[in-house]
C-alpha cells in the first residue's frame, strides 16, 4: 500500500476498495479496507474539494426544488 499521489493510483485504490468493502473488521482485508479508507480520504481532501456555495445561491436552489 502506498500514498495516492496520482489520479491512477486514486482511481486504482478505489477499485480495490470495491473488492473488500465487505472485509470483516480484525481479519487482514479488514485492516486493509481500513487503510485504503484513510488513504483516499486523504487524496480527496487534497484533490477534490467542492467549494461551498454562497447562502443566497443555496437558499434558491433550495426552493427550486421544493416548488419546481
Known sequence: MKVLIE??????????????FDAIPGTKQGEELERLSILIQKYEDKHCYIKLPEPIEAIKFREEQLYA
Open 7 to 20: 489520479e491512477k493510483d486514486y482511481q486504482e485504490a478505489l477499485i480495490r476498495l470495491g473488492d473488500v
